[in-house]
């Protein structure tokens, strides 16, 4: 059990060291950029999945019109 905890505190340590000293972080001007773009990204595909189920809606409207 003592390993155990012993594992636990080594990886904690090197995670810690990894974040602090080996990750490269974003500048908040890229971090700005991406949010735009992902916020754009998010906006087309919602208009294109609105404009998609609208042409449905208005076939199976002339679908069941014709039938019914």
Not at 11 to 18: L, Q, R
Not at 31 to 36: I, K, P, T
């Amino acid at each position: 059990m003592k390993k155990f905890f012993k594992n636990v505190a080594s990886y904690c340590k090197e995670s810690y060291n990894e974040l602090v000293h080996k990750t490269s972080w974003p500048t908040m001007s890229e971090l700005s950029n991406s949010a735009v773009v992902v916020l754009t990204a998010s906006l087309v595909i919602a208009l294109i999945v609105f404009l998609i189920d609208l042409g449905f809606e208005n076939i199976m409207t002339f679908i069941y019109e014709k039938v019914f």
